[in-house]
């Protein structure tokens, strides 16, 4: 186990918190119970304060004595790679704090895809075993879908071999895209980005009295739900972006000049918001390059603004250019949603309080009871319901032509970018988690 911080005196009494065994020097402790935290796939804003919210919650507990956080998602417990994040907590208890306002994953992250336990089940034999060795009664894995393929793979082995390890899963991704909840932590976050920079760029613009097209690629390889946040730009005296399109629905070129067209003889500028993974009648990718595949299967894409761009000045000869949010509206802490904060760290809790009532093969989920006031509940959902499954931004919400998302959608979009938050300043710059040790490990 990596010792990335030595042991300090408890806070309270250090019967309750006896070492952790050491299987170096041979140690043998009394049975305890632990439980595990790890975080997989893309990083947000908001994924280290449900990391936050998983420690909290065992620090409450009447069942755990400890939370380790494994490295670099599932591989950390593959290599043994593990911290005791209850140890550094008791020696820093302001970074439980810092935690809710640091980006990207304070653990690491991996894009390690399972086997098939029926192909191969070393890994799963492994990892049971670790658990068994860390006296691991529960175990939280945050992420997006694939980290929700981990998770249910993970149950239906336990489920197999009759472990009472509960495996819950705790949601996390910019796109929004998971089944079951209303919304995933990390969304809320990145739409208030884009929203700002879009309007941030209607400022910029507006400026020039030419004709001139300004081109947004967000992210949204499936799902539009980021690209759809453009529309929070809108405000009294701003209507970009004039023209919003979607992964959801079928995109035309030729439909697109027409739009655009339209619009410039309306106005002198046109800002138009563009999902990275619109397609056109026949399925094909609307990008500059040719796409490659990662290990789960999935296309990397870039491009489609820039491809538009070089039609837009072909066709209608007008000033253009394309603008790439790219990983900048993953993981802006600067700009975050107090919202998504909050529930963030809520959903963390809320993980550790089901795994001790028993409840395991699932996801925490978010119940949304009403828009105006908001106000939500949580709860979980069986995880076979949630892995390898994508939510689409209803066709309802998406304007007829295709080119707009209708108010019910913006409705659905303006509680989670509500709120600010508390950062701390330090020589002009945020002051984040040191996560130095994600650098230096190999």
Known sequence: MIDLHAKACRSFSSA??????????????????????????????????SLSGVIRGVYASSVYDTVYGSLNGITGILNNELINLTDLIDQHPENLTRLVTTPAMYLGSCRYKLPDYMDDDSPYVFIFNQFETYHIEAFFYIGGNDSMDTVAKLSSYGEKIGSRVRIIGIPKTIDNDLCETDHTPGFGSAAKYIATSLLEIAHDTFIYAVKSVTIVEIMGRDAGWLTAAAALARNEYNTAPHLIYLPEVPFDTDDFLLDVKRLLFERNNVIIAVSEGIRNASGE??????????????????????????????????????????????????????????????LGEKAVSLSEEGVTASMVTIHRISNAPYQVSYGYAQISHI?????????????????????????????????ETNVVYENGLPVYMDVSHLSKHP
């Open 285 to 346: 990718y609307i990008s500059a390059s040719e796409s490659t595949i990662d290990s789960f299967g999935h296309s990397q894409l870039s491009g489609a603004g820039k491809t538009l761009e070089f039609i837009v000045k072909e066709k209608l000869g007008v000033k253009v250019r394309s603008v790439e949010l790219n990983v900048l509206q993953r993981c802006a802490s600067h700009l975050t949603s107090k919202t998504d904060l909050d529930e963030s760290v809520a």
């Open 387 to 419: 892995a390898n499954e994508a939510k689409s931004v209803p066709t309802e919400w998406i304007a007829p032509a295709g080119n707009d998302v209708t108010q019910p959608l913006i409705d659905y979009l303006r509680p989670l970018i509500q709120g």
């Open 16 to 49: 309750a918190r006896p070492a952790i065994f050491n299987k170096s020097e041979g140690v043998s402790v009394m049975a305890l119970k632990n439980c595990m935290v790890a975080q997989s796939g893309g990083p947000t804003a908001a994924i280290n304060a």
